[in-house]
């Protein structure tokens, strides 16, 4: 807690089998949760590299609170370089569930990690099946990128998925309602620059043409 983290690292290596799954706060993060959600890429890299040596099943270690894996929480709240270590060490925790049914590569759609998204995908894309880019509520990455009006990263999504253009949730709402509520996506709502521009007409014609198909 008061970010002793060399000392953390002596005691996990010495006291491995006891220290890997103590928890550290009333969520019940575990060290390396702890250390990725205090921003310590270092500390995260030598945390991942011991349990490798010891036992890479402590990377699928959950918390309490919602069911996160350490590449959950990566994905959400830490950096480029926690994921994609966390990510090649074990390339199958991209298709992880949380308690919502939200994978590491959802997570990082729900919160505009484009980068990150990427990355993940390209990291974890042989261990990937249809379940990931889809929680239990049914909502999709592309409906979150579009939430968030992160309309570079819902372009790459559609071209990596362009079935999710015709996809609902469980409340019947797909990508053509959420981009009714974005001026932001037509030509008569705020300047978007000619590059944003492009991405959403490309982005609403996509959906159209699955629809009609």
Known sequence: ????????ITIYEKYFESAHSVPINQLGDAALHFAISYGQDL???????????????????????????????????GT???????????PS?????????????????LHGESEIFLQLHCICRCK??????????????????IKRECWDLAYKILR???????SVDEEGIGPLH???????????????????????????ATINIWIIQ
């Open 43 to 77: 500390i995260v890299e030598k945390l991942v590299k011991i349990i490798c040596d010891k036992n890479k099943e402590v990377l699928k270690l959950e918390n309490k609170k919602k069911k996160n894996t350490p590449l959950h929480m990566a994905a959400s709240m």
């Open 128 to 145: 990937l099946n249809d379940s990931y880019y889809r929680k239990n509520s049914g909502e999709t990455i592309l409906q979150c990128a």
């Open 178 to 204: 959420l981009l009714a509520e974005k001026p932001s996506a037509f030509r008569s709502g705020c300047y978007l620059g000619w590059w944003n521009s492009i991405i959403c007409y490309w982005i609403i």
């Open 1 to 8: 807690m008061p970010g002793n983290w060399e000392e953390v």
């Open 80 to 90: 480029l370089n926690m994921c994609i270590c966390i990510a090649k060490a074990d």
């Open 160 to 166: 990596l998925h362009e079935e999710l253009a015709n």
């Open 93 to 109: 925790l991209g298709i992880a569930r949380n308690e919502d049914g939200e994978t590491p590569l959802f997570l990082a759609a």
